[in-house]
C-alpha cells in the first residue's frame, strides 16, 4: 500500500521496518522536476518522524531508470536565479537524508544520470542493478552538476575519477561502477529489492540509536578535520553508554542469550 498525497513519488507502507520511496515520474523516466524535488523533500520530512521505518529504500518507478537526472525540458530556459532556486531546493531535499535517522539504501534500477547519480550519492549505501548505468552528463547540456555531483561523488570515488565522469560525460556500467566504489553491492534486475531488503534486515539487527548515531558521526565527521571528528566520535560513543540498548547489547552478550533493542 503507498500513500497517495504525494504526486510524484510513492511512499509504501514499512513492511516489518522496512518502506520503499519510488520516484515516480516513469514517462520521463522519473526525471526531477521541481514538484519532484519537493515532494522527495517532503517524503523524506515524513518518513524522519515515523517510528516504524527503520530502512528506507529509495529506487526509481519502471525497469529502465532509478532518475535521469535534472528535468531538461522543465529548466532549459531557466535564468540565474531560477536555476539557483532549483540547485537549492535539490540540495535541501538530498540533504534530508543525511539527517534521517534511519539508514537509506539506493536500489539504482537503470539510469542514474546527472541528478540520479547525485540523489543515489546522496544515500547510505548503493545497490546497483547489472543493467544500471551511471553518469554525470552535465558538461555536455553546458552546466555543471549542480544537486551535489561536484561534492558527493568526488567524496566516494576520488577527485581525479570525479572529475573524469564529470568531463568525460561518460556513462559507466554497474560493474565499474562496482569497482570505482560507487556502488557497494551488484544485484541481476529481479534480485535487486530482495538484496536490499537483505541489508535492510541486518542493519534492523543492531541497536536502531546506534545505527543513527553512528550514521551521523561518519559523515558529520567526514566534512571535519581528524582531531575534531575523532573527539565527535568520543562524545557520541560516550551518551550510548546512557542508554538502554547499552545495557541491554552488552547484557546479551555477556550472558549468551538473543538482544531486544528498543531504540531507548
Ligand atoms: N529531462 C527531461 N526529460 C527526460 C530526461 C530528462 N533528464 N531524460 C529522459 N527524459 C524523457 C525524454 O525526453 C523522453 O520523453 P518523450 O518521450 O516525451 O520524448 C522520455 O523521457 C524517454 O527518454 P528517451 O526517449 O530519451 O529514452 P532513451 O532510452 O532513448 O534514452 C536516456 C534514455 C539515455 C536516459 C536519455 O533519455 C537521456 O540521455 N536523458 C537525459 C540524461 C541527462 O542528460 N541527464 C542529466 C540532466 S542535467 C542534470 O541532472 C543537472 C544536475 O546537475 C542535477
Known amino acids: 500500500m503507498s500513500f497517495e498525497k504525494y504526486e510524484n513519488v510513492l511512499l509504501e507502507e514499512p513492511e516489518e521496518g522496512i518502506a520503499v520511496l519510488t520516484v515516480n515520474r516513469p514517462k520521463a523516466l522519473n526525471a526531477l522536476n521541481l514538484a519532484t524535488l519537493q515532494d522527495i523533500g517532503d517524503a523524506l520530512r515524513e518518513v524522519k518522524g515515523r517510528d516504524d521505518i527503520r530502512v528506507l529504500i529509495v529506487t526509481g518507478a519502471g525497469p529502465k531508470s532509478f532518475v535521469a537526472g535534472a528535468d531538461i525540458k522543465e529548466m532549459q530556459n531557466d535564468n540565474v536565479t531560477e536555476a539557483l532556486k532549483l540547485s537549492k531546493l535539490a540540495h535541501s531535499s538530498f540533504g534530508e537524508i543525511e539527517h534521517l535517522p534511519q539508514f ?31 553518469g554525470q552528463p552535465e558538461t555536455g547540456l553546458g552546466i555543471i552538476p549542480g544537486f551535489g555531483g561536484t561534492q558527493r561523488l568526488t567524496r566516494l570515488v576520488g577527485r581525479d575519477k570525479a572529475k573524469e565522469m564529470i568531463a568525460t560525460c561518460d556513462m559507466i556500467d554497474a560493474k565499474e561502477a562496482y569497482r570505482i566504489g560507487l556502488f557497494d553491492e551488484i544485484a541481476e534486475p529481479d534480485e535487486l529489492m530482495d538484496k536490499a531488503k537483505d541489508i535492510a534486515h541486518k542493519v534492523m539487527k543492531n541497536a536502531p540509536l546506534s545505527v543513527a548515531r553512528a550514521k551521523y558521526s561518519v559523515d558529520r565527521g567526514a566534512d571535519l578535520p581528524l582531531d575534531v571528528a575523532v573527539d565527535l566520535e ?18 546479551g552478550f555477556v550472558e549468551k542469550r538473543p538482544k531486544h533493542f528498543t531504540g531507548k
Do not use: P
Request: aromatic share 6%; net charge negative.
Open 234 to 251: 568520543s562524545q557520541i560513543w560516550a551518551e550510548m553508554f546512557g542508554t538502554e540498548d547499552q545495557k541491554e547489547g552488552m547484557a
Open 104 to 134: 537509506v539504501i539506493a536500489a539504482v534500477n537503470g539510469y542514474a544520470l546527472g541528478g540520479g547519480c547525485e540523489l543515489a550519492s546522496s544515500c547510505d549505501m548503493r545497490i546497483g542493478s547489472t543493467t544500471a548505468k551511471v
